[in-house]
């Protein structure tokens, strides 16, 4: 193909970092879209971006479309015409509506029955009329988080658009969008103050990064890395940069030039939390940590110019990070001297939610179901009260100054302050831990105690939003409790396996004698429930199958570790056995659709047939067989004791007639099949494996 490249840039003010890299693409798919939907051939799209601009390159631009016939599709012949030939109203009205006459009409098959057609050949259209329409409407379609209005114009953008380039090898495609016309002219580097025209889309990269601007991302981001690992290198020292800090530094500067800076020693008796969560979330430093994980007095400053004035940007930057670390150690400090009762008495100003109380009636709700959680866990006297200690103060830092102005270390700050106040260390652990697991992926608490006290607040926080009918619906989930229930099922499953159905009552009972009024039934069944299905959806992120989940959800389980044993165990039985599963699982359904439960299990043998008595004889043999397996969690046994079943369950519904009209007879052969269903009902709901199987059936 040969043909012009296309360039359009986008200059604006400073557009936001990260949806600028999302922006930026979906403005090269827009463009794509755009020129296919015109039939205009292409070669490849490209997206580059830099803070002030968006751009897109298209390769290989065709002159124009080439002519086409477009045949479109009237009524049928049979209607189009009366039986002399001449036509009707609707042919008339079809061609009229086209700016035809019917004589150019033209009968065709299509599928088996003849249409009137109209073929209209369309024209070739120029590159330039396209594009010019298509950007305009792109630029228009491109989404943000947030956009804006400015002046008085109508459109909407991220930030305002100050220039826009459109050139088509080295013409210029004429367009305008929101009062500013297309042209040649770009800018460069802010502080160089240079305007350079673009002679050609070939020479854009080149001009720019002659004006100060590295437009491709990939570059800067190079850039920047490879300058980091010299300064790790030279000082034998490794810098925490987050991907997502450093993506957005990425796309903070348009030329980057990496530099070393440092702070004064003194600054490192401040946790080093608050140092480096200043460094990265205000300034977009790097810190760097020496060879023992220890940080260092060093960091990465990354500018944004190619001039070479170092000592006075390091100078400038030092000056900056000196400010902000000596607020940080004046909180600090401050902190330090309020004992943590105080703070922690501080709470009650401080609301939770706005029918649930404060944060201080939380605190006490927190320590009393911890010390609840330490008792049914087992702990030994000396770690229930730790545990009771951490969960006493695990808040106490959200009103200490460190915490308000760095309110990502909350928890952290926490662990410190109850280390200075002479608490044990396991209680400063888990009071930093119990924030955990803040996010997917994120470290379980390391120990028990931080186990206890993490699931103790997570629970009253969802059973608090339950009870104030707040839960979440849909995609909304204001409170995080979809996360925090997670959270709890990971840390009981991992760290602390423990039940939580008689915790959840728990928690409930701590808002009820607060004085929260609710259905205290329906808010049970109802966080029951939401555990369940987020524990349904763990196991089938990790492989097990859709009924098999349910099937084990459907009897009530909610303990993390059970439920996932349980269906790890179900899955492992039907892979080995699937026949005899699905049978079984139909036999089921069907005894547990008919059987009365009113009638209860005890049947009269006297009344049984052979097929009856085998089946009675199983029954109790594998309830036996189940009911040591699961006191032993050995649910592989008790799967492998339901499997049995099948045999004897099999014979009877061949050989016996359940209904009989015979009372005694049919209320006898209920009760031996509410006997069956009741072996399964500790352990899975099995019908639900025969929903799938029915589901098919034509």
Request: net charge negative.
């Amino acid at each position: 193909m040969t043909g012009r490249d296309y360039l359009i840039e986008l200059g604006c003010e400073e557009l936001p970092a990260h949806p600028l890299y999302r922006a930026c693409a979906q403005f090269g798919d827009l463009i794509e879209r755009g020129l296919a939907d015109a039939g205009l051939a292409h070669g490849p799209v490209r997206t580059l971006c830099a803070p002030r601009r968006m751009a897109v390159i298209v390769a290989d631009v065709a002159a124009a479309t080439e002519e086409v016939c477009q045949s479109l599709r009237g009524p049928a012949a049979a209607i189009a015409f009366d039986s002399t030939g001449a036509p009707t109203k609707a042919a008339e009205g079809f061609a009229r509506g086209r700016n035809a006459r019917t004589a150019d009409l033209v009968v065709r098959d299509d599928g088996g029955r003849d249409y009137v057609f109209l073929d209209v050949w369309c024209p070739p259209r120029s590159a330039r009329d396209i594009l010019a329409d298509a950007v305009p409407s792109a630029i228009a379609r491109v989404s943000w988080p947030r956009s804006q209005r400015w002046g008085r114009r109508p459109e909407r953008f991220a930030r305002p658009i100050r220039w826009l380039v459109s050139l088509l090898g080295d013409t210029v495609v004429p367009f305008s969008f929101a009062g500013v016309e297309a042209g040649r002219r770009t800018r460069g580097l802010r502080v160089l103050g240079v305007e350079p025209e673009l002679s050609c889309a070939d020479a854009y990269e080149r001009t720019l990064e002659d004006a100060g601007v590295i437009v491709d991302a990939r570059r800067r981001r190079d850039i920047i890395e490879r300058g980091v690992h010299e300064i790790e290198r030279d000082l034998g020292a490794r810098a925490d940069m987050p991907r997502k800090v450093f993506e957005e530094v990425v796309n903070l500067v348009e030329y980057p030039r990496v530099l070393r800076g440092s702070f004064d020693e003194a600054f490192l008796d401040v946790p080093h939390e608050i140092i480096c969560d200043s460094m990265l979330s205000n300034q977009r430093y790097f810190p760097l940590y020496d060879e023992h994980g220890r940080l260092t007095r060093n960091f990465v400053l990354v500018a944004n110019t190619p001039l070479s004035a170092e000592r006075e940007i390091i100078a400038g930057n030092e000056r900056v990070v000196r400010a902000r670390l000596f607020d940080a150690k004046f909180f600090y400090d401050e902190d330090l001297d309020v004992p943590l009762e105080t703070l922690r008495a501080r709470l009650e100003r401080v609301g939770f939610q706005k029918r649930l109380g404060s944060l201080l009636q939380k605190s006490d709700r927190i320590e009393r179901l911890a010390a609840r959680i330490a008792q049914r866990a087992g702990f030994d006297a000396q770690r229930t009260a730790d545990t009771c200690r951490a969960a006493r103060f695990a808040k106490a830092d959200l009103v200490s100054a460190a915490v308000v102005e760095f309110t990502s270390q909350q928890g952290v700050m926490g662990g410190y302050y109850a280390r200075a106040a002479g608490e044990p260390e396991e209680v400063a652990v888990a009071i930093r831990d119990h924030y955990r697991p803040r996010f997917a992926g994120d470290a379980l608490p390391e120990t028990v105690i931080g186990a206890a006290v993490a699931i103790a607040d997570k629970l009253d926080t969802i059973a608090g939003i339950f009870a104030a009918d707040e839960a979440p619906t849909g995609s909304s989930d204001p409170y995080a409790l979809r996360r925090a229930a997670i959270g709890i099922i990971a840390i009981a499953r991992d760290t602390l396996p423990i039940d939580l159905a008689p915790l959840i009552e728990e928690a409930l009972r701590g808002y009820a004698e607060q004085g929260v009024e609710f259905d205290f039934d329906a808010v049970e069944a109802a966080i029951r429930s939401f555990i369940a299905n987020r524990l349904v959806g763990v196991v089938r992120e990790e492989g097990a199958a859709p009924d098999t989940a349910r099937a084990v959800a459907s009897v009530g389980v909610i303990s993390p570790a059970d439920f996932i044993d349980r269906c790890l165990a179900l899955d492992e039985a039907r892979e080995h056995d699937r026949d005899t599963f699905e049978d079984l699982a139909v036999a089921y359904a069907r005894a547990s659709h008919i059987a009365d439960p009113s009638l209860g299990i005890e049947c009269d043998r006297a009344l049984m047939g052979t097929a009856e008595i085998e089946l009675l004889l199983a029954v109790d043999d594998e309830r036996a067989v189940v009911s040591r397996a699961l006191r032993d969690r050995d649910y592989a046994r008790s799967f492998s004791a339901l499997a049995a079943l099948r045999v004897p369950v099999d014979r009877f519904f061949e050989e016996v007639l359940v209904m009989d009209e015979d009372r005694s007879l049919r209320e006898n052969r209920l009760k031996l099949l509410n006997r069956f269903v009741a072996v399964f009902s500790d352990v899975a709901d099995i019908g639900e494996l025969a929903r799938k199987r029915q589901a098919a059936r034509p």
